[in-house]
């Protein structure tokens, strides 16, 4: 359990720790903006392989609740909103990817938010939280609840981090395409500055649910459970 938790806030540690705080500035000038990405990336990847190779080897003994039908139902359900945002995201432009800052550049931000950024503007972050919080439901097991928690922390506080981070670099082009969308989900809808579109959301939710059943198929090979 030790390894575990420490290993989960190893990889949360480092991934905010480094891009979202003034030492990816200071790293960015001593290396290099591709010396910076490329130790990123190993830091990164490291962190991850030892988190999932940590999960595969402990076994699970201590359990804060059993696993039950019922709460795999309810997992079942958030899975195919789950991959509806994650995927969705995607088939949009999204401002708050990584390298698509340009796409505010012409001031154009307020008229961005499409699709699944109109429910809210982090759709993959909100997608891997929902896919989080399933599987935390659905294990019970301490080793699980570290691991699967993990991933939802960093996803949700990398929403907040890259809002903060995107408001400095940005400015006014950022705060156009703010006003007009929301971290929390249907927050800016509700709040009536943006609306859904049934037009927009057909081909995500298609390619979710499209995107869910693969992931059933191939739950088995790459977890040992079956899910459907």
Do not use: C
């Not at 806030?9 to 960015?28: D, K, Q, Y």
Request: overall charge positive.
């Amino acid at each position: 359990m030790t390894l575990i938790t420490l290993a989960a806030v190893l990889f949360v540690g480092t991934h905010l720790g480094i891009s979202s705080t003034g030492l990816r500035m200071r790293l960015v000038g001593a290396l290099g903006e591709r010396a910076y990405l490329v130790l990123y990336s190993l830091v990164a990847a490291g962190t991850l392989s030892y988190l999932i190779w940590l999960y595969n080897e402990l076994p699970r003994y201590d359990y804060l609740w059993l696993p039950s039908p019922e709460l795999h139902t309810v997992a079942k359900v958030m899975m195919p909103v789950a991959l509806i945002l994650v995927l969705g995201g995607f088939l949009v432009k999204n401002p708050t990817m990584v390298g698509a800052e340009r796409l505010l550049a012409d001031g154009s931000g307020g008229d961005l938010a499409k699709g699944v950024t109109r429910i809210t503007r982090h759709p993959f972050q909100w997608g891997v939280l929902i896919w989080a919080i399933a599987h935390v439901l659905a294990n019970g097991d301490t080793v699980s609840v570290v691991f699967f928690s993990a991933f939802g922390v960093l996803a949700a506080l990398g929403t907040i981090a890259m809002d903060r981070k995107k408001a400095a670099a940005l400015g006014p082009d950022w705060q156009a395409y703010a006003r007009t969308t929301s971290n929390v989900p249907f927050l800016a809808i509700l709040s009536g500055r943006n609306r859904l579109v049934a037009g927009e959301l057909w081909l995500p939710v298609v390619v979710g649910l499209a995107g869910y059943a693969a992931l059933a198929w191939g739950h088995p090979w790459v977890s040992g459970v079956r899910i459907l």
